[in-house]
Nanobody, 115 residues
Framework: QVQLLESGGGLVQPGGSLRLSCAAS????????MAWYRQAPGKRRELVAT???????NYTDSVKGRFTISRDNTRNTVSLQMNSLKPEDTAVYYC?????????WGQGTQVTISS
């Protein structure tokens, strides 16, 4: 239904910041619940943050106060601002779009936090 293209991953020191972006094909973007997931080596994929079509957000406890998800329905983009990064944030981060239980996934972008 929707094509997702992620960017913004990289290598940063603990305490640093990164902003991930996800560009979506636009036909019905406003109707999707958007989310960021992450998966670290040897660990299960976990939901990091969600944002509804109206802009309501939810975060997993480990990132509350540090990460902010946002969306621009005009430009069909969703972003994840990540501050005060910790080594345990190291993972591949995936953009996700959910419409009526049908999920679309981005290709993933690597985020590495290391000194």
């Amino acid at each position: 239904q929707v094509q997702l293209l992620e960017s913004g991953g990289g290598l940063v020191q603990p305490g640093g910041s990164l902003r991930l972006s996800c560009a979506a094909s636009g036909a019905t973007f406003r109707m999707y619940v958007m989310a960021w997931y992450r998966q670290a080596p040897g660990k299960r994929r976990e939901l990091v943050a969600t944002i509804t079509m109206s802009g309501r957000t939810n975060y997993t406890d480990s990132v509350k106060g540090r990460f902010t998800i946002s969306r621009d329905n005009t430009r069909n983009t969703v972003s994840l601002q990540m501050n005060s990064l910790k080594p345990e944030d190291t993972a591949v981060y995936y953009c996700n779009a959910d419409l009526l239980g049908l999920h679309s996934w981005g290709q993933g972008t690597q985020v590495t936090i290391s000194s």
